[in-house]
């Protein structure tokens, strides 16, 4: 079983639509969880952490359930720009922050 | 607002050749890192640092040297290149805390003849 594992997709969406994407984990240990978002020939960047009461910023949350070990991130009201992949950061011990990273979920959103 | 700063940004290499990745961040991190994303892989860590002076393998450190002699610089070295080692790598950085997360360059995207 692989460490971190993803939806490859693509899951595509029609603009104003609602998606959700879950990440699942096998080290129960886990210590840090993050969403990171990739565009095209382009770096991951940060979207947001993961905290365990869940959390929002703008149309993005992110939520932790630690009983049956994933993360989930939702997307509401989708826009073109949102098409990108998103990576599942799992950070599987703590001290050392090496951080482990989904192959990620392709997301198109279409006009 | 520099960040990570990662060069060259595009290299061809012919196999048997060396070449450095030059890495530098301006946050004053500890941690940095030097990872290759092949598709269908996903991110896989070569090497990391904990603080200058410090290196450590990752998970495919194969045909691949580090070093960090300054805190915010980290060289990545390939002493012999292979068609294998045709990626792009990224490289990222890091305080030393928890639900901190990585800063990555822009890549470098390197093919090997």
């Known amino acids: 079983r692989k460490e971190v594992e993803q939806d490859p997709g693509p899951f595509n969406v029609p603009e104003g639509a609602t998606v959700a994407f879950n990440c699942t984990y096998s080290?129960?240990?886990?210590?840090?969880f993050f969403w990171y978002r990739q565009d095209c020939r382009k770096e991951p960047k940060l979207l947001m952490s993961?905290?365990?009461s869940g959390n929002e910023d703008g149309r993005f949350t992110a939520q932790l359930n630690r009983a049956s070990q994933y993360i989930s991130l939702l997307i509401r009201d989708s826009k073109l720009s949102d098409s990108a992949t998103y990576l599942c950061?799992?950070?599987?011990?703590?001290?050392?922050?090496?951080?482990?990273f989904g192959t990620g979920t392709r997301l198109k959103v279409l006009a | 607002n520099a960040g990570v700063t990662q060069t060259p940004k595009f290299r061809v290499l012919k196999t048997g050749q060396s070449m450095t990745l030059l890495c530098a961040q301006d946050m004053n991190h500890e941690y940095m890192y030097w990872y290759r994303q092949d598709p269908g892989m996903g991110l896989r860590l070569i090497h990391y640092?904990?603080?200058?002076?410090?290196?450590a393998k990752g998970e495919v450190p194969d045909g691949y040297n580090v070093s960090r002699l300054k805190k915010q610089n980290f060289l990545l070295g390939l002493e012999s290149a292979a068609p294998s080692q045709t990626s792009v790598y990224f490289c990222?950085?890091?305080?030393?805390?928890?639900?901190?997360?990585?800063?990555f360059g822009s890549g470098t995207r390197l093919t090997v003849v």
């Open positions: 950061v799992v950070n599987p011990t703590s001290g050392t922050y090496k951080y482990i």
């Open positions: 640092s904990v603080g200058e002076g410090t290196t």
């Open positions: 080290n129960s240990a886990s210590q840090s």
């Open positions: 990222a950085s890091s305080a030393n805390r928890a639900n901190y997360g990585y800063t």
């Open positions: 993961v905290y365990s």
